[in-house]
């Protein structure tokens, strides 16, 4: 009798967890954030594809910077993507970079940098990298100027590693 109410609290506790809402993570700014001069002799390709926002302004003149990396410390840094010139981070826009930096494992974090005064609104950043999955944060609000602005997913991702 005692087993079967373990076991009919335990399934309702399971299923009252399949029910709750997922957990909707939001970019916040990051302060502290540094960037690393990480020393890697091996240096890996990425494709990152920047959606803009069609609630973003027109077009910005800001400066939009980018670093993104893993749990082990390895570091991506893309000090300018921004060229007026070329239309980039326009209003309902797909931005594609192809950046070279060094090896991750997989990419947990990236944070924006964006300084100016015309303001911009990512939809959603996607870095695909050399031996990691392809990986989307979503932004989808306005990026403020002169902090990091981002996503950092990396003590989560050490925790599911290590319950696995």
């Given amino acids: 009798m005692v087993k079967t109410l373990v076991f009919l609290v335990h399934l309702a506790f399971i299923l009252t967890l399949s029910q709750a809402s997922p957990i ?13 001069a990480t ?7 990425y494709t990152v594809s920047i959606k803009t926002s069609c609630s973003s302004t027109k077009y910005t003149r800001d400066q939009i910077s ?7 410390g390895n570091q991506v840094y893309a000090p300018r993507l921004d060229d007026p010139q070329s ?8 931005d594609t970079f192809h950046i070279n930096g060094p090896c991750t494992y997989q990419v947990c974090y990236v944070y ?3 300084s ?3 303001g911009w ?6 870095i695909y990298g050399y031996n990691t999955k392809s990986v989307t944060f979503n932004y989808n609000t306005f ?9 950092n997913h990396c003590s989560l991702a050490s925790t599911l590693t290590s319950t696995m």
């Fill in 24 to 36: 909707i993570r939001l970019p916040q700014p990051f302060g502290s954030f540094k960037i690393t």
């Fill in 39 to 45: 020393q890697n002799v091996r240096s890996c390709s």
């Fill in 66 to 72: 980018l670093a993104f990396g893993d749990a082990y």
């Fill in 87 to 94: 239309r980039t981070f326009e209003s309902c826009s797909t």
């Fill in 112 to 114: 924006l940098y964006r």
């Fill in 116 to 118: 100016g005064y015309d």
């Fill in 121 to 126: 609104k990512p939809d959603s950043v996607t």
């Fill in 143 to 151: 990026i403020p100027n002169g902090i990091w602005f981002g996503f």
